[in-house]
Structure formats: C-alpha cells, structure tokens
C-alpha cells in the first residue's frame, strides 16, 4: 500500500511474530477509554505505595555534575537550522549540560507540605517513568564506562566501570566524540495511578525524552539520532538491566524495560550516508562482557500491584532481533514535498532555548480567551514537518505515520471547526477515504501553499473537543487542541508488534514540538493522556483501525494556580555546585 513500509514476502512477520501482533492489537482495544466505561485502573491513589520517582544504585560511584546549561546562548529558533549553533567539545561539562536540559530537574512546586519536583522531559501525570544512561568513551573529566543519570541530584551514577585498553575498545565503538544517552522505562510508576493504560503512557513518555535529548543537543550544537536497528535485547544487556545482582526481591517487580538508544555526537550532514555510521553494535557488547557492574536498584514501593495486561504488551512489543533495514527514514518522495529548512518565526525571537527548555510546563487550566494568530499557528505546524538535518525530526529513522485532527478555537483568521493535518502526502487519498465523506477538505486562506492543512467542517468545536478529552475544560478552552491519528494496525501488522511502541514515541516527539513552540509563542500546551478513544474517531468518521488517536493535545492562554509555590530545580544541592549557575 501506497505509504506503508514495502516488505518482501520473507520479511513480514512469521507465526510467533503475528500472535504478539494480536496480543497488542488486543491491547490497544481493552485499554480504550468509553463515554461510559474507563479503562482498568486501581480508582484511587494509595499513597502508602506511591512509587519513588527517583532511581539510585546504592553501591555505586557517583559523580557529580556541574550546574552550567544556563551559560548556554543558544537561540531558540536556530535550534531548527543545522550548523545555527557552533559545536562543544565533548567533555564532562558538556555531558553534564546535556543531561540538565533532558533529563534534568526544571523547578519544584510546593502546596502546603507536599513538594514535588518537575523535569525538563514532560511525563503523564508527573510520574516519570523513563530512567537516563550514558555510555561514555574515556573524556576530559569522566572515565570511560556506563552511567545512571539521577535528576534529583544532577549527578551520574558509575554502574560500570572500563579502563585501560577496555577503555580504548569502548572507544572505538562509536565515530570520534560521541557517545551514547540509553533510555528504558518502569511501567510500575504509570500503572500505581492509571492501571492498565499505563503501558502506554510509558511510550508517550519516552518519545519526550527522545525530544528532549535531541533539543539538549541542538543547544550544544550537537546531533541525536535514534539507532532504529537494535534490539532490546541489546539495549538491555549495555545498560545493565539483566543483571540479576543489581535488583533485590522487590525492586524486580519495578525493573526497568528497555525503551532506546541515541548516539549524541558531531552534527552528520544529511544525506551523506548512514545516520549512525561508526557505532559498532557488536564490538560495545563485546567490551562490556570484560568487567563487572556495581550497585543495587533501590526499591521504588513497598507493595506492588500487578497489571498483567501490561507485562502481555511488554512481552509482545519486544524487540527480540534486529530490526530489518525495510521503513527505514523517508527518501525525497516525503521530504522534498516541503521546504528543505523550516520557517522563520513570525517575529523574529531572540528568546533563549535553555530559558525557554527550563520553563516549559504541563497547562492545568486554560483561560478561554487567549488567542493566537493564523501565522504563529501555521509556524507551529511547520515545526511538525519532517526534514532531514533539521532538529527534531532527524532524530527520528522512519517517516511520518502520526497526523492531527485539529480543533481550531481562537486562531485569529481562521474560522473556528474541525482541520486536519497531514504530516506526509502519501497517506491523503486514504485519510480522505476513511474520514466523512462530507467533509469539506478546504484549504484555509492565506495557509502557506506547502503546509498540509485542510479544513473539514466550519464551527464551534469546543463542547466536542472537551467531550472526547474527557469532559477535561483544556481541550476546549484553549486556542486549539488535536488528537494525534496514527497509521495503525496495518503498518504494525507489516513491521511487527515492536512498532506499537514507537507510534506512541513518535506522539510523544509530536507532543515536544508543541510544548516548546506553546512557550515560545508566549501561550502554554499539554499533553492530553485521557481521552475517548472511539468517540474522537467517530466525529472524524473513522471505523476500524487502520487509522487510531494515540495522544491530544492542547495550546491556550494558561491559568496559574496561586496555591502553589514555585523552588529552584537544585537549590537543594550544596553551594559549591550552586556557583556554577
């Protein structure tokens, strides 16, 4: 199909593969949200097993990090255009900004004596599932070895230890200065409060914290990419999640599941070759075979409740082989249908992308009034298109299968109604036929001629969009808010039930374009976990499920809560690092 990954008849799924394909289609369908009936949760929070939110392996070497991203000069908007911004050289410093501006704590808020911590990387319902890992070769101020990265404290945690010619061995499994940032996830953290639904929120999850580490690096200067043909099994074994001796009786009922690798290094042009040329896969095995790990997981709960539908989906989803080179990232089809580099910003802003990283946050509640214009809205879309070399988007190795169905609200110069948002012109002939055959498909005036944005029907949408998003005010009370629509069940029956997991990582980059460019629009976005299924489909008309919503999301004129107290991310932290700030 026109669109889909092409694969020869020996390349498509065998009779185990097609089982687990069935398992998470299940999935998917038993953890739907109906008008009347809610997926399975537990229905109230028992905080007297509220999952910590931080990760430590006591027993381990800490190292701590220097506080230094605010030192950062980096324009906001020349994050987007490639060689914008000169390159750091790789180094403890360097390492330590990038992991402030991914992973890294942004501020805390208080009410009353409840405190809790907020991070650069969004996460549903502030849970934070998703664990960072450094893979680092031997470097000015860091030894070569594996490294748990713990926010709290901005430090790094040494769980493996290389040196002498293992150190060299490591090395030389990546291309020169670069280094690898792993990501896994605890589906525990997401399932005390949301229950079976929670395996995919994880996924939303670690498609923001694939964002994130690609914007931290365009800070620096430096390039990300998501190495797409590696297993979990692999990705497992160098971050040390096997290891046996690292998880007492009950931190093994809240082990990490391996999401991700992203090699960090020296911007690659695009279009000369391989994205991730040099990085040896093998040989970092190999090398990590030599020595010994160090450090005991810390439980996270007292008592745990299993969610066996999830550990169903875990299994499934699991990427046991490598992943073939078929659906690798798009060829010029795709991507030469839209200018090689993005638009310029409406106005010309000089706002700082640390300061703005920094102080993006999750909208509570919007105001109903603020709107923005035709022009900021059409920027943000621009964001949302795929090009090669230009960050986000060259983080990603596959194309585009997410697209938005949109409610415009208060855009000055739109007509308020129902848009949609084609994010790749090979899926229009069958968006067009699955959706209302009464649609209008109407391109909007003065929409620039290359953004794919058409309006389907003119009116007031807001009663609809907040009723799909859960009755939630936000979706209606914003400027506009939009569900994600995913090529779904054929291209996972085509690829394999691994390529479940990264639908939901691609809404959860889709979701980082549109926190940040909220921000820099001075309004505010969320991200929208809760939502009607079907009822949003059936405004759109779709049946089946070749086409399925992932994850809303709104953008509007926010409204602060005067309750709460805002704190310095690391005002904890002793003076000395402080200083560095």
């Known amino acids: 199909m026109d669109g889909e ?44 097993t509220q999952p910590d939110p931080f990760r430590t392996y006591n027993g381990a070497e800490r190292v701590e990090l220097p506080l230094l ?95 002498g010619r293992a150190g060299q061995q490591l090395a030389g499994s990546f291309p020169p200065a670069s280094f690898l940032v792993g990501l896994s996830s605890i589906h525990w953290r997401e399932a005390w409060k949301y229950g079976e639904r929670a395996f995919r929120y994880c996924q939303h999850d670690a498609g923001h914290a694939i964002a994130t580490v690609r914007y931290a690096a ?131 802003s000089q706002i700082n992308a640390v300061r703005l990283v920094k102080q993006r946050r999750s909208c509570l509640s919007l105001d109903g009034i603020t709107s923005i214009s035709a022009e900021t809205f059409f920027g943000m879309l621009d964001r949302l298109l795929p090009r090669p070399g230009v960050a986000p988007w060259d983080v990603w190795p596959w194309p585009p299968h997410l697209h938005c169905g949109i409610f415009v609200h208060r855009v000055r110069g739109l007509p308020p109604g129902l848009y949609l948002f084609e994010r790749s012109p090979t899926v229009h002939e069958r968006l067009r036929s699955a959706l209302r055959a009464d649609f209008l498909w109407k391109r909007p005036e003065g929409c620039p001629e290359y953004l794919p944005l058409f309006e389907l029907v003119e009116g007031d949408f807001r009663e609809q969009a907040q009723v799909v998003s859960c009755h939630q005010g936000i979706a209606g009370d914003g400027a506009f808010s939009l569900g994600m629509i995913a090529e779904f069940s054929e291209s996972i ?70 309750r709460l107290i805002t704190l310095s991310a690391y005002s904890h932290l002793d003076g000395a690092r402080l200083e560095s700030t």
């Open 5 to 48: 990954m092409n694969q020869s008849e020996d390349q498509r799924p065998g009779a185990k593969e097609q089982n687990s394909i069935e398992t998470v289609l299940a999935y998917h369908r038993r953890t739907k949200h109906h008008l009347h009936r809610f997926a399975a949760s537990p229905g109230y929070l028992d905080w007297a």
């Open 69 to 163: 991203a605010d030192r950062l000069d980096a324009v906001y908007a020349k994050l987007y255009f490639p060689g914008a911004v000169p390159a750091m050289p790789l180094e403890r410093n360097s390492v330590a900004m990038l992991f402030e501006l991914a992973l890294g704590l942004s501020a805390w808020k208080q009410y009353e004596s409840s405190r809790w911590a907020l991070r650069c990387n969004p996460s549903s319902g502030n849970l934070h599932p998703t664990e960072g890992y450094a893979i680092l070769p031997e470097m000015p101020g860091l030894s070569a070895g594996v490294y748990h990265y713990v926010s709290r404290d901005h430090c790094l945690e040494r769980r493996y230890v290389l040196e």
């Open 218 to 348: 365009a800070a620096l200067g430096w390039s990300a990419r998501l190495i797409a043909d590696v297993s979990d099994t692999a990705i497992a074994a160098v971050l040390g999640l096997t290891q046996p001796e690292s998880f007492s009786a009950i931190a093994e009922q809240d082990r990490e599941h391996p999401d991700a690798l992203l090699l960090v290094g020296p911007p690659h042009p695009p279009g000369k070759g391989e994205e991730t040329e040099g990085f040896d896969m093998a040989k970092l095995r190999d090398v990590l075979l030599a020595g010994a790990w160090v450090g005991l997981a810390n439980s996270l709960s007292p008592a745990h409740v299993r969610w066996p539908v999830i550990d169903a989906a875990a299994e499934a989803t699991w990427q046991a082989d490598r992943v073939t080179e078929t659906g690798r990232r798009g060829g010029p089809d795709i991507v030469d249908k839209f200018p090689a580099s993005p638009t310029r910003p409406v106005v010309d």
């Open 493 to 562: 029956r085509a690829t394999g039930a691994w390529w479940y997991r990264r639908l939901f990582w691609e809404s959860g980059l889709l979701g980082q374009v549109l926190y940040l460019e909220a921000e820099a629009a001075g309004v505010r976005g969320t991200g929208i976990g809760c939502y009607f299924d079907d009822a949003f489909h059936n405004l759109l008309g779709l049946d089946g499920d070749h086409f399925q919503s992932l994850y809303h999301f709104t953008v509007g004129g926010p409204v602060d809560d005067p």
